[in-house]
Nanobody, 126 residues
């Protein structure tokens, strides 16, 4: 199973980017997929998740209203639309997948995801 993240880049504050995560070799359509990020010198933190069967998504408070997670199961691809970017959003963004459906209370935990992509860098300048 491979997860390939792409779409990172450098933007000015207030700009937008869309990240993509393409899964190959296995589908996560009945589990969950999520985005995490890691800024320099900090721990990897949860950004957003999409779980099978839910009509809503899960988003960290720090990005709520600005970031939107979505999935295209037919393409086995997940997206993260990031609007109104801020310098504090600068980080390496990782996509992850869980083949089995995690309980909702564990969706923000890294341990819930068995597969990880290589990360794509987002840099936001002021």
């Amino acid at each position: 199973v491979q997860l390939q993240a792409s779409g990172g880049g450098s933007v000015q504050a207030g700009g937008s980017l869309r990240l993509s995560c393409a899964a190959s070799g296995r589908t996560f359509s009945r589990g969950a997929m999520a985005w995490f990020r890691q800024a320099p010198g900090k721990e990897r933190e949860f950004v957003a998740a999409n779980r099978y069967g839910d009509t809503h998504t899960y988003t960290a408070d720090s990005v709520k209203g600005r970031f939107t997670i979505s999935r295209d199961n037919a393409r086995n691809t997940m997206y993260l639309q990031m609007n109104n970017l801020k310098p504090e959003d600068t980080a390496l963004y990782y996509c992850s997948g869980a083949i089995s459906k995690p309980i909702s209370s564990s969706l923000r935990e890294r341990a819930s995801y068995s597969h990880w992509g290589q990360g794509t860098l987002v840099t936001v300048s002021s």
